[in-house]
């Protein structure tokens, strides 16, 4: 019962006890809640901590895969490169066109980069055209810009199969190459990295295959040659290894965004260059 007086409300001792019951339980839930949420957060570090130690794991593991490919065999470059022999401070250019040809093009590419796919659909049909009616020679050095920055060993293990395919000939090569950026997966996908995917793509390839073939990609004959040409295109650039990276007798082309200029203009663009080249070669 409660009770009035003058100067307020007065509670009975039932209504205190009371009261200090429900203080207590609302301290109680309090303190439950706090334990929930400490134990919510727990959790939920526990479980970023989990997948940043999975990451570095799997981090470490794509590392040493890569490390591994090719891993004691000597520096060796694939046959015909220019200049020759190729070294470690200079491991040369994978050749396609005739010896006749005067103007030189020189495409530093990755097989898992985009913007060298894109390249290739503006520019390699053309770059065929040209190197086989003798016009120009086409000189491809291979690097692994893409697993240096983003992981895995695809840009390795794909370019180091298809430089492979220059042993086998031009003809040869060229089709690889042109497989490859056909079906190349997205940046993030790391499938060229697997020797089997390259030799199943390579099988594509009419009289590519062979056991010689095999144990170069296998064996990672040339994971070093493309290695040390990722080496002469930073220094070449100061650093600041970007790719596709074209020149037409030394002067760069830029590819340039599709969405500000058509596929189609580029492609012109890059013809006019070249018959540009061709013209004051003579």
Aim: one cysteine or more; aromatic letters at 8%.
């Amino acid at each position: 019962m409660t009770s009035s007086g003058g100067s307020g409300p007065r509670r009975t001792g039932r209504e205190r006890a009371a009261e200090a019951r429900r203080q207590q339980a609302a301290a109680e839930r309090r303190r439950k809640q706090f334990i929930v949420g400490g134990v919510v957060v727990a959790l939920i570090a526990l479980a970023v901590l989990i997948g940043v130690l999975v990451q570095h794991n799997q981090s470490n593991s794509n590392k040493n895969a890569r490390n591994a490919y090719g891993a004691g065999q000597p520096f060796a470059a694939p046959s015909g490169v220019v200049p020759s022999p190729g070294t470690t401070s200079d491991p040369g250019a994978i050749v396609y066109g005739k010896p006749g040809a005067k103007v030189t093009v020189e495409v530093d590419e990755d097989v898992r980069c985009p913007f060298c796919k894109e390249a290739e659909s503006f520019f390699g049909a053309t770059n065929k055209e040209y190197a086989d009616a003798g016009k120009i020679q086409v000189h491809y050095r291979l690097v692994d810009l893409i697993d240096r920055n983003g992981g895995g060993q695809g840009s390795l293990v794909g370019g180091a199969t298809l430089a492979c395919a220059a042993d086998v000939g031009q003809a040869e090569f060229i089709a690889f190459h042109d497989l490859i950026y056909k079906n190349q997966p997205d940046e993030t996908n790391d499938s060229y990295g697997s020797v089997d995917t390259m030799l199943n793509l390579a099988s594509q390839v009419p009289n590519l295959r062979s056991a010689t073939f095999d144990e170069c990609a296998r064996g990672g004959k040339y994971a070093q040659w493309i290695k040390d040409n990722y080496n002469w295109l930073s220094k070449k650039l100061g650093g600041s290894v970007g790719t596709p990276d074209i020149y037409i007798d030394g002067t760069s082309f830029t590819l340039k965004d599709p969405n500000a200029v058509p596929g189609t203009q580029q492609t012109a663009d890059y013809k006019a260059a070249l018959d540009a080249a061709v013209a004051k070669q003579g």
